[in-house]
């Protein structure tokens, strides 16, 4: 493949994800917040998080990561308090409310698009196990686009 080949390659990639069946809109709008405060709510979900830790995976700075979890504090979907063992540190725990939330987020940002949905079992294999060269991840069980043996 020529760089060219890879380069309209990556760019038909990031069409689909980004542009053509970007979820970010349609998530933001189904939870009532900007795009970042999901992120940030589904990364609190996952588990508790200082805010420094926060402020790395959201990949932000910190008085934006303060905007960012007051705003889900004053929603209810997250509580901040002193970290037990660094009463410096604060740690943000998502509510049962923004369980709720975050698990709402997944599903609405995991739904393929009806193109995905509609190829052959076949096609799906081998765009999985491309997905899995290109991330580093094989892909689940044995290929059935290889065929037999």
Request: charged share 30%; no cysteine.
């Amino acid at each position: 493949m020529s760089a060219d080949e890879a380069t309209r390659v990556w760019a038909r990639l990031r069409a689909v994800v980004l542009e053509i069946h970007d979820r970010r809109g349609a998530v933001s709008e189904a939870l009532g917040m900007s795009f970042i405060k999901v992120k940030a709510l589904r990364r609190v979900a996952a588990g508790p998080l200082t805010m420094r830790e926060l402020t790395a995976q959201l990949s932000t700075d910190s008085p934006y990561t303060t905007l960012v979890v007051d705003d889900l504090v004053r929603r209810g979907l997250v509580v901040r308090e002193p970290d037990p063992d660094d009463r410096r540190r604060r740690i943000v725990t998502a509510t049962p409310a923004g369980r709720r939330e975050a698990a709402r987020a997944d599903r609405l940002v995991g739904e393929p698009p009806p193109q995905l949905r509609a190829l052959s079992a076949a096609e799906l294999a081998e765009l999985d196990r491309i997905a899995g060269l290109l991330t580093g991840q094989a892909p689940p069980g044995p290929s059935t686009a290889d065929g037999p043996g």
